[in-house]
């Protein structure tokens, strides 16, 4: 049974930095792909940012390109989401989620089996 448990966000005024984990339980290897994504009220859920753990490719929304690290700790399973310059357009409820192996669209939410419960990320103007 894949778990996957998040932790980190808040609120924050524009131009502050918050940082969000994510770790998976139950998968036998780190031979997955993790990412974050976003949903905003009455708006489609949007990827963020993605990392092959075996390897370390990464990939990020246009939107958060240069403001957003996604970053690993293999040992554990576990990946972080470092917001930078955080604007008020990136309000929006965040989710972890995971998939065996490389994904063809990491940022596409389909690609994708196991999903947190989500964490919301506020930011004031």
């Known amino acids: 049974q894949v778990q996957l448990v998040e932790s980190g966000g808040g609120s924050v005024q524009a131009g502050g930095s918050l940082r969000l984990s994510c770790a998976a339980f139950?998968?036998?290897?780190?031979?997955?792909?993790m990412g974050w994504f976003r949903q905003a009220p009455g708006k489609e859920r949007e990827g963020v940012a993605a990392?092959?753990?075996?390897?370390?490719?990464?990939y990020y929304g246009d939107s958060v390109k240069g403001r957003f690290t996604i970053s690993t700790d293999n040992a554990k399973n576990t990946v972080s989401l470092q917001m930078n310059s955080l604007k008020p357009e990136d309000t929006a409820m965040y989710y972890c989620?995971?998939?065996?192996?490389?994904?063809?669209?990491?940022?596409?939410?389909?690609?994708?089996?196991?999903w947190g419960r989500g964490t919301q990320v506020t930011v004031s103007s």
């Open positions: 990392l092959l753990l075996l390897g370390g490719s990464t």
């Open positions: 139950g998968y036998p290897d780190n031979s997955i792909t």
């Open positions: 989620a995971a998939a065996p192996g490389r994904r063809t669209f990491p940022l596409r939410p389909y690609e994708y089996g196991y």
